[in-house]
């Protein structure tokens, strides 16, 4: 899939000072759901007039895979793709890329093993973001999980503001991520966490640092509804253990006898293909629950269906979630760490049950199953939970936010070590966290 840049849209209200903000992603190129959630944020920032870069840290493909608005400058790193490769010529040449080759076999040194990303890095990688973090001397910069956090607190020191943007719960992290998180966030202007329950941990781990609430947005609220009679429901995402599709697929097949005519359309691609398909063969689903693979019009296939399955093992903020409520989707979800029960209301807008529970959700499917009624009236509850999440109501705490942290910048003037500008106005950033709606 190529995704086009979206045409140019007049900024919004007249033009003031602003910072640049650089989002810095490991792979802008990729499709998770981080990558299309920052690509929504500087969608937003761009046609509100303010100069936005996407930075990509590695780069494998030649296309984007979601939307990006023309505006948006993106750069790369590291470029990993083949035809990038230039042969060397002379003798310096070939030793930086003899030198090069050793640096891409060694393992990260700043990285710990428990990233999820982990594979995704190496000394070379890790060298040349170091290099390009030193050369950061203004505006905003928004590092997007745990590896570029870490990364930032150490090498960006050079007067750039710092956001450290966390897209899932501590707890889920590995412990020997969980104590670089403890020693290197409170380095940061701010720490962006996704939920209420995450906000309040991160603030008790990080006594002194700026850390707001601010949810992802959806892309958009202006979807086709779902009229609950087709008998389809719809899961999506990676392909991953994260996502349960594993414990799904069994509760899947304790009400094929009940209810035949019913469909699972499973949307995603990754490394668990082959054995989720092992699964349904295993229970006998071929006709029952069909492995969809990814699609660009994953809107059109959440409208043909009549309620959605989130079966997660642990979750950020379920966005994939969020855009099928937008729909009039009904939620049946495992009651996981975190983000459905930040969503969700049991028995309004959808059901929770006991996470990795396959007999409770499959019971908590079939009670929606055989009841179209019930599908309707959740489904318009779920409509008006979606609305809190459309880029109306949730872009404008980005821009209050880096807005608040550039006039705190320019106030202070404070020699570039962070520790002395947190002793300064750790004060002033509590404050300003606890009220008002960043908080």
């Not at 944020?41 to 840290?57: I, R």
């Not at 010529?89 to 040194?109: D, T």
């Not at 000394?123 to 290099?131: N, P």
């Given at each position: 899939?190529?995704?086009?840049?979206?045409?140019?849209?007049?900024?919004?209200?007249?033009?003031?000072?602003?910072?640049?903000?650089?989002?810095?992603?490991?792979?802008?190129?990729?499709?998770?759901?981080?990558?299309?959630?920052?690509?929504?944020?500087?969608?937003?920032?761009?046609?509100?007039?303010?100069?936005?870069?996407?930075?990509?840290?590695?780069?494998?493909?030649?296309d984007l895979q979601f939307p990006l608005d023309e505006r948006v400058r993106v750069?790369?790193?590291?470029?990993?793709?083949?035809?990038?490769y230039v042969r060397p010529?002379?003798?310096?040449?070939?030793?930086?890329?003899?030198?090069?080759?050793?640096?891409?076999?060694?393992?990260?040194?700043?990285v710990p093993p428990g990233e999820f990303g982990y594979r995704h890095f190496n000394?070379?990688?890790?060298?040349?973001?170091?290099?390009y973090l030193r050369t950061l001397r203004d505006g905003v910069l928004v590092t997007t999980?745990?590896?570029?956090?870490?990364?930032?607190?150490?090498?960006?020191?050079?007067?750039?503001?710092?956001?450290?943007?966390?897209?899932?719960?501590?707890?889920?992290?590995?412990?020997?991520?969980?104590?670089?998180?403890?020693?290197?966030?409170?380095?940061f202007d701010a720490v962006a966490v996704l939920t209420e329950r995450d906000r309040e941990e991160y603030a008790r781990l990080l006594p002194g640092t700026r850390?707001?609430?601010?949810?992802?947005?959806?892309?958009?609220?202006?979807?086709?509804?779902?009229?609950?009679?087709?008998k389809i429901a719809v899961a999506a995402g990676r392909l991953f253990p994260q996502k349960g599709f594993d414990i799904l697929i069994p509760a899947w097949a304790k009400l094929v006898e009940t209810y035949p005519d019913w469909q699972l359309r499973i949307y995603g691609s990754g490394e668990k293909k082959a054995q989720l398909r092992e699964l349904v063969d295993k229970h006998h689903l071929y006709n029952h629950v069909f492995l969809m693979g990814?699609?660009?019009?994953?809107?059109?296939?959440l409208a043909k269906a009549s309620f959605y399955v989130l079966s997660s093992r642990f979750e950020g903020l379920p966005m994939v979630m969020i855009e099928a409520m937008s729909h009039a989707l009904p939620v049946v979800g495992f009651d996981c760490p975190t983000g459905p029960s930040d969503v969700l209301t049991h028995g309004v807008d959808g059901l929770l049950v006991p996470p990795e529970d396959p007999d409770a959700l499959a019971e908590a499917m079939g009670k929606l199953m055989g009841d179209r009624a019930l599908r309707a009236d959740m489904g318009m509850a779920a409509v008006m939970t979606a609305a809190s999440y459309g880029p109306d109501a949730v872009h404008p705490r980005w821009e209050a936010l880096f807005t608040e942290l550039h006039r705190l910048h320019r106030l202070d003037r404070l020699?570039?070590?962070?520790?002395?500008?947190?002793?300064?106005?750790?004060?002033?950033?509590?404050?300003?966290?606890?009220?008002?709606?960043?908080a």
């Open positions: 899939m190529t995704a086009d840049r979206l045409p140019v849209r007049p900024a919004d209200g007249p033009p003031r000072h602003r910072p640049k903000v650089r989002y810095l992603l490991l792979h802008a190129y990729g499709r998770g759901g981080t990558i299309r959630t920052v690509m929504n944020q500087t969608n937003s920032l761009v046609a509100a007039g303010w100069e936005v870069e996407l930075v990509s840290a590695i780069r494998r493909r030649d750069s790369t790193v590291v470029d990993l793709r083949d035809d990038a010529i002379g003798l310096i040449e070939r030793w930086q890329e003899w030198r090069k080759g050793r640096l891409l076999a060694e393992p990260p040194r700043a000394r070379y990688v890790e060298q040349q973001l170091a290099r999980r745990p590896a570029l956090n870490l990364l930032a607190a150490e090498h960006a020191a050079g007067g750039v503001i710092r956001v450290a943007q966390e897209h899932m719960n501590h707890g889920t992290h590995k412990r020997d991520v969980q104590e670089r998180i403890r020693e290197s966030y409170p380095s850390v707001v609430r601010i949810p992802n947005a959806v892309h958009s609220l202006d979807q086709v509804p779902s009229d609950h009679r087709s990814h699609t660009d019009r994953l809107d059109d296939e020699p570039e070590g962070r520790g002395a500008r947190g002793d300064a106005t750790a004060g002033r950033q509590a404050h300003a966290a606890a009220e008002g709606p960043l």
